[in-house]
């Protein structure tokens, strides 16, 4: 038996611990009323009204300032962990986990960069994953939704943060 085979083996039991984090995260959600939900990138930019985007190109980010997705996937809690365990998201997250752990990689992840705080477009399992594993960086193609002035606080102020803190407060 391989690395890779070993290595996808113990990811069996690996999701099964993160998605135990998930519930628990969820649960401990009802009692201090705090989102247990990503943040919808379409919600708030929508409220925003529309904006000029930037290229970036490929950056290291933050994990920890990844707070939301632009895609509307509702299988992770706020802090990435899985909460839905449909087989295919599971699958998915697996396949993840056995690359990341056995060295292999997986492409930069899409988000959008809003302020100081990012959103997926295309990557959610690597997120988890990453997250996971406690990585503090993720390679990430950038896109940019500059805010100047009012605006920026107006972001802020609908993510119930202080200008540019980025703690999950929520």
Known sequence: MDV???TYIQ?????????????????RSLFTRRNAYLLSFNELVKKLGPRQTHNLGILDIPV???VGSAGGNQHFTRHFL????DG?????WRNIYTLAITGRGFPPIEV?????????EDGHHRVSVASYLGWQTLQAHVTEIPLGGAAE???YRRLGWRTG????QN
């Open 4 to 6: 890779n085979m070993l």
């Open 11 to 27: 990811s069996e039991n690996e999701f099964s611990k993160a998605s135990h984090r998930g519930f628990w995260e969820l649960v």
């Open 64 to 66: 920890k300032s990844i």
């Open 82 to 85: 899985p909460r839905m365990t």
């Open 88 to 92: 295919r998201s599971k699958e998915r």
């Open 112 to 120: 959008y960069k809003v302020g100081d705080v990012y959103f997926v």
């Open 153 to 155: 606080a107006e972001f």
């Open 165 to 168: 803190n980025v703690s999950l």
